[in-house]
Nanobody, 115 residues
Framework: QVQLVESGGGLVQPGGSLRLSCAAS????????MGWYRQAPGKQRELVAT???????DYADSVKGRFTISRDNAKNTVYLQMNSLKPEDTASYYC?????????WGQGTQVTVSS
């Protein structure tokens, strides 16, 4: 069982930056593939970025070159560095941990990009 807690969201102006954190409780964090997803009002949840246990990453085309996912296994934490933020990045951002056939989700953190 893994519990995930996201933090770091907030209100930022277009062009600004935020760093989201997702802290995981439980054991064997390094064995989990980790990901960030987001959901805007009235839209489906979508993948933002993922990182495997080996450190391989994947990004949605809309965030490539602006967002960076990273993890610190010693701290049981995964991060999402978001730069050059745009109004269309406004959404609730969720952390996901996956191992074999099991998925765990955090409660989400709100990111609002507005002037």
């Amino acid at each position: 069982q893994v519990q995930l807690v996201e933090s770091g969201g907030g209100l930022v102006q277009p062009g600004g930056s935020l760093r989201l954190s997702c802290a995981a409780s439980g054991s064997y964090f390094s064995l989990y593939n980790m990901g960030w997803y987001r959901q805007a009002p009235g839209k489906q949840r979508e993948l933002v970025a993922t990182m495997t246990t080996r450190g391989n990453t994947d990004y949605a085309d809309s965030v490539k070159g602006r967002f960076t996912i990273s993890r610190d296994n010693a701290k049981n934490t995964v991060y999402l560095q978001m730069n050059s933020l745009k109004p269309e990045d406004t959404a609730s951002y969720y952390c996901r941990a996956s191992l074999l056939a099991r998925d765990y989700w955090g409660q989400g953190t709100q990111v609002t990009v507005s002037s």
